[in-house]
C-alpha cells in the first residue's frame, strides 16, 4: 500500500495539502447502523483549529467538514464515507520568498529529493494542515468505540518546554488553551509562551493520551501489537520523536521486581506496562506519551542552502505556532481511536467465539 | 492481515512457539540474484543465542537455520524463502508447574483472554524465542543492503539498568558478551548481573541503533513515514516500552533555535532529528533508541491469580536473563534492516524516474 | 483492507453512492512528474456517461471531474490525488415507490441482509454509477502507462445479444455509439436494442479488451498472477458474470499441441494465452473478454418480496439500459490498466536490477 | 503485498519449488479452539496426489503433511499454523535436458524474463507441486466452514475434452480417479485419455465448484466481491483460463426477463447469478466454473528457442499429466474456501452487530 493509508479493516486513507483545494479522507469499513452527522465531527476539529488564541497560529480556517457519502437517513451505511474540508484561507504569498530555499528541519529537502517535485506552499503535503483529516476520521471512531465499548480517550500536554503538570485535573483540560491538566501552572505558561513569541523561537512538548475501558483482547501479535501500532500511528504525527508506553524510558532502571504489575483478584496492582501485555490490552488503561520536537519555522534566521545547493539564510514569517505540542492533543486522541477501533473489528473477526467475561479488570 | 507478517514489499511472515516443532519465517519479495547461503544468516543467529555467557539465559539451543526454498544454485530467485529452525532444547517439564498461572509482566492473561487457549509452554506464541526468525530474515535484508546501498547497521546497549556507556567504542561492541561499548564499565557490569542473579531479579536496558549509508528518499508519508515504521518495528519487539528517533524526548525542552539541523553545503551540521524530515531519510545517519523493560520472569515471587481466579504466588525457576535488553541488540537491528529494505523497494517503486544524485549529504 | 480499495502500489479507493452528493476517489501512488489535467481525464469520462443516444439511459451528468489534491503547476506530486464528481441529476422520486422492494437481479436483498441498512436510491453503493470514480482513475492509469511504456488498451463490444462482431475495425469502434468494431451490423443493432426497449427488456453483451505494448515480466505469482488481477478486476465490474484469458473456455476441448503458443526467434507464433504464462506478461497482446448479464432493471414485472417478505411484484420506471454492456467498455479498459500499472509498479519494485531487453516479443 | 500471500483475514503464504527442499505454507488467522490435526488435511492432499491412477502423472510423492506451529493439545491456538511437506521424488535427471531452452506454454520464459534466474527444475516455483501447499491450508478452511456455518463445498469434472457430463450424481465424483460425476461416460474416457497418452498428446477441461450452505452476507464490495475474490482465487491456479458464475458467458445472449433470479417468500426460483448479487452472497448455492488448458507437457515436438534465442525443438519426457485438469478439482475447492472463510471473517469483523435470520433462502 502507498503509504497514506492506516489500518486493515476501519481505513483512512487522507488526501489534500495544506494550499490545494481541499484536504480530506476516505473511512473504508466503518460499522454501519451509527449514527452519524457533522456535529459529531466538528467539535473535534474545532479543538484542533489554530487561531484560537494568541498563542497558536494566526492561520485562521474554519475547517468545516462536509459529509459526501456512506450516510443515508443518518446512519452510516457500511460503504465508504468521504469527508471533506475546503482549504480557505491559504495566503499563497507568505511562501513564495521561500520557493527556492529548503528549511531546515522541514521536509522541503526530504520531499523534493524524494518525488523531484514538491508544492512548496505551506510545506504542502508535509504540512501539518494533513491532520485535521486524521481528527475527522478519528471522531468517528471514538464515537463508535464510546458507544459500543464504552472506551474513553483523552489526551493532555504534561510537560510544555520545561513547565510540567504536577497533578492531573481532568476538568481543567478543556478550560484552557493549552489542553494542560494544572491550572496552577497556566499563568507561568502564558509568559513563557510570550515571551518565546517575542524571542520567534519555539519549544518542544511531552503530550499523554490515556484511554479507558479498552476491553481485554486487543492486539494482534507478534507484529501488529496493539501498542507496536499506537507507537506507529502517534509517530506518523508531525514533529513526534519519541513514543512511551506505560513506563517507557523509565523502565530501563527498574528491576523486574519493581516493574511488574501483580495481579490481585480483581485487578492490576499497577499499571506500569501502560495497558498492554504481550501487545495485547489488559483492560488496564492504556497509556501513552509522545516528545514533540520545536517547531523549526521561526523568526530566527537559519543556516540553509537553496535548491541549487548554495549557501542562504532562512527566517520565516506568517503564521506559526511557538509550540505544535498543543494542537496535537486532539490528533494524538484521534490516532489512538483509530487504532483501537481498527483492532476492535480485527478481534471481533477472528475471536469472536471466544467467550468472554463482562470487563473486570 | 493477521498479525504476523510485516512489510509491505519485503514481506517477512513468522511462524512458531516456543516448545512447538520449530520456529520460521517465509521471506516474500527479496530482489532475485542475490547470492544467498546459510552462512549468511547463521552469524546473527549466534549473536542472538541464549545460553553465551554465565550472563544470559541457559537454554541451549543450536539455533541452526535451514533454507526450505527460493534460492537455487546459491543466488535467490525472487520466490519466497522459508527458514526453518527447529527447537531442540525445549524442557517442558520447566513450566507445567505453572500452567494455571498466570504470570504477572507476561503474556499469559491477555493470550487466555484473546483467543480462549494458549501453550503454556515458555510463553508459547508469545516467547522472545520466536524472534530468532526475525533475525534470520533480517540477515537476508542486511546483506542486500549492504551490497545494493552499502547501507551499515549497528545496535549496542547504551544503558544497563544505571550503568551507561560513556563513549562509544564500535570495536569493543562485539568483544565483550553485552553489546556494550564502554570497556571501562565491562568489570561494573558483570558485577551488577551478578548480583542481579543472586538476588533472583532482573533489570531494563536502553539500546541504540544506527544505520549508516541509508540513502535519502525513503518513507511513505504520511502514515508509512520511515521514522513511524522504524517505531512500529521495534514496538513489537516483546519488552519494549519506548522508542525515540534522534533527540527523541529531549526535544521536549529543546527550542526550535537548538533543534533544527541546519543545513551547510554539503551535509548537516548536526543530527538531532535522527535521520528523518517529514517521515523520509535525509541521508544522514538514522539514530534510533529503545527502552526494554526488565524480565518479569524472575525467582522473586510474586503476587498473581490462577486460571480460576484464585490469589496464587509465582516465582519462575528455570532459564532466564537477568537483563534480555542484551540479546535484543541483533534483533533491533534486523527490524531496523527489515524496515529499510521494504521502503527502498517502496521508493523504488514509485519513485524510480526522480534523478537522485549520489549519496552526498 | 476493506473492499473499497484495488491495487498494492496503485491504490485507488473509491467512495460514493448513486444518489449521495458526489462520488469520487483518491489515487495514492501514482509516480510523481507526470503531467495531470482534467482533460486527461474528462474524455474516459464521457465515453463512460449515460444519455449519449436513444439506447442508453436517459440519466443526465455532466461528470465533470475536479482534481482536488496530488497536482502541482499540472505535475502529479506522487501525493494522493483525490477526484471528485459531483452528482447534479439524481431524481429521487424514480425510486420512492421502491422503498420497500427487493428488486430481483439487484443487490437490494444482498446489501440490506449484509448491512442491515441500505440506501436504495438507485442502488446506492451497488449502483454502476460507482463505476464513473474507477474510470477518473483509470484514466491516469493509461496516461502513465502510455507515456512510460507505450501500452495501449482498447475495448470494444464483440457481441450484444446474438449479434456478433465479424471483423475487428478499430477505427469504427469511436464512430457508433456501441463500441462496436463491426459497420456492417450496425442497423441491425439498431434495430434490435430499439425492441428490446419497446418490450421493455434487456440483453446481456460480450466486452473485449486488448492491451498492447505490455511489457514482460508482469504479474506476481502465484496468487497476485496478472491472469488472475485481471480476472478480479474484471469481475468486480457490475454485472459481469464471466471472464476469459486468451482462448479462455475454448481451451477446454484444445489439445496441447494445438493450445501451446510456439516460440519463434522473434515472437510467438499464436497467442492462445492471451498475453500470460505462469501468471506472468509474456511482452504479447493481452486478451481479455467478459461475459456481462442482462441488466435487470426492466419494464417487464416481475415477482419479489417485499423488506417484511410479502410477496409483491416489481417494475421498474425510468432511466435504465437495454444493455448496460455498452457502457462497460470504457470500465473495463480503466480496470485493465489499473491493473497493470499496479504490476507494472510492484515488478519494477523487487527486480529493477535484472537487465531487460528491448521489448522486441 | 509480494504475490504469495491470499487472503486478509485468513491469511495463507505458500512457499516451495517443485524440486527444492520442500513445500509449504502459513496460514495466519485462523479462529482459536478448531480441533486439528494432520487427518484433517491429509485426505484433500491424496485426493490431489499424483500417481493415482494410470491416466496422470507418474511422479509419486507421499505429501505427507506436518504441522510445526499453531496447534496445541489437538486445537488451534490462533496463531499461525505452518505446514510442512517434503519433496521425496524429484529425479532432477528428467529436466537437465531442458535446461536451457524454453517450453512453450510453460512459464520458464516469463520466470527468465522477469527475476533473470529460474529453478528450471520441473518447473520450480511455477509447477502445479505447489498447490499442494493450498490444497492443505484448504482443508483447514473447509473443517472450520463445515463446522460453523455448515458449508460444504465439492468439485467435479464438468467436461473433460469433448466429453460431457450428461447428469451429476455426487456420489459417482469419489468413485472415479476422473472427478467424473457421470458414470455412464466413464469407459469413454478412459478410452480417450488412453489415446492421448499413446499420441504424447493433452486436452483441456472444464471444473465445476459447488458450496452450499453460505451465509448470505459475505463480500466486501466494490472491488472485494466475493465473485471477484473467487474468480481471482481460482484464475490464480496454474493452466486456468476462464472463470464464470452461474450462467457465466450464458448471460450474454438472456435477455433481463430470462436472467433475473426472480424471489419468492422462502426462497429464489432459480441461481442464474450463482450466488452472488452486487457482490454479496445471497444464500444461494455459490456456482463457480472454470476453463483448463491441456497442458503443454507432451511428447508431441514443438517449435521453440533456447536461452540465447536460437531456435530449438523441444519435447518432454518423464512424468506429465494428459489432463491436469482433473488434478485440479481439490485445489479449485480449496481455493474457494480460503475465499469463503475470509470473507466470513472479514464480514464478521464489520458487520457482526447487524442481526442476521436464521438461514432460511
Known amino acids: 500500500m502507498s503509504g497514506n493509508s492506516i489500518g486493515k479493516l476501519f481505513v483512512v486513507t487522507t488526501f489534500g495539502e495544506s494550499h490545494g483545494m481541499a484536504i480530506g479522507c476516505v473511512v473504508d469499513g466503518c460499522p454501519p447502523g451509527l449514527q452519524l452527522d457533522k456535529a459529531d465531527i466538528q467539535p473535534d476539529l474545532d479543538r484542533r483549529r489554530p487561531g484560537q488564541s494568541r498563542f497558536t497560529t494566526a492561520r485562521s480556517e474554519d475547517d468545516k ?14 460503504t465508504p464515507i468521504a469527508l471533506l474540508i475546503r482549504n480557505t484561507d491559504q495566503r499563497s504569498r507568505d511562501y513564495s520568498r521561500i520557493k527556492n530555499l529548503f ?23 508535509s504540512s501539518s494542515r494533513e491532520t485535521a483529516a486524521r481528527v475527522a476520521a478519528g471522531a468517528i471512531a471514538r464515537k463508535y468505540l464510546k458507544q459500543r465499548f464504552g472506551v474513553q480517550i483523552a489526551g493532555y500536554v504534561a510537560k510544555l518546554g520545561p513547565i510540567s503538570a504536577d497533578h492531573i485535573d481532568w476538568d481543567e483540560i478543556g478550560r484552557n488553551p493549552f489542553f494542560f491538566p494544572d ?11 510570550d515571551s518565546l513569541r ?5 519549544v518542544g512538548a511531552r503530550v499523554n493520551v490515556v484511554a479507558r475501558g479498552v476491553p481485554a483482547g486487543l492486539g494482534e ?4 501489537r496493539l501498542d507496536a501500532d499506537i507507537a506507529h500511528a502517534l509517530m506518523s504525527i508531525n514533529a513526534v520523536r519519541g ?25 492490576f496492582r499497577s499499571n506500569r506496562a501502560g495497558g ?16 514533540l520536537k520545536p517547531t523549526s519555522s521561526i523568526r530566527i ?29 486532539p490528533i494524538a486522541e484521534a490516532m489512538v481511536a483509530l487504532v483501537l477501533l481498527d483492532h476492535a473489528l480485527r478481534d471481533r473477526a477472528q475471536n469472536a467465539e471466544v467467550p468472554r467475561p463482562p470487563q473486570a479488570m
Request: aromatic content about 8%.
Open 198 to 202: 517575542i524571542a520567534g523561537d519555539s
Open 65 to 78: 467538514v462536509e459529509i459526501l457519502s456512506g450516510v443515508f437517513e443518518g446512519r452510516t451505511t457500511g
Open 103 to 125: 528549511r531546515p528541519g522541514h521536509a522541503d529537502f526530504t520531499y523534493q529529493r524524494k518525488y523531484g517535485i514538491r508544492d512548496y506552499r505551506g510545506g504542502g503535503r
Open 221 to 224: 501479535p507478534v507484529f501488529d
Open 276 to 291: 498492554t501485555l504481550g501487545g495485547i490490552s489488559s483492560g488496564q488503561d492504556i497509556l501513552a506519551s509522545i516528545a
Open 301 to 329: 534566521p537559519g543556516k540553509t542552502i537553496d535548491v541549487d545547493g548554495k549557501p542562504a539564510t532562512i527566517e520565516t514569517y506568517g503564521r506559526h505556532d511557538p509550540c505544535v505540542g498543543i494542537r496535537a492533543v
Open 243 to 267: 513514543v512511551e508506553l506505560g513506563d517507557g524510558f523509565a523502565c530501563v532502571e527498574q528491576t523486574g521486581s519493581q516493574h511488574r504489575d501483580e495481579i490481585e483478584q480483581t485487578s
Open 183 to 193: 491550572a496552577s501552572k497556566i499563568p507561568e505558561l502564558e509568559r513563557y509562551l
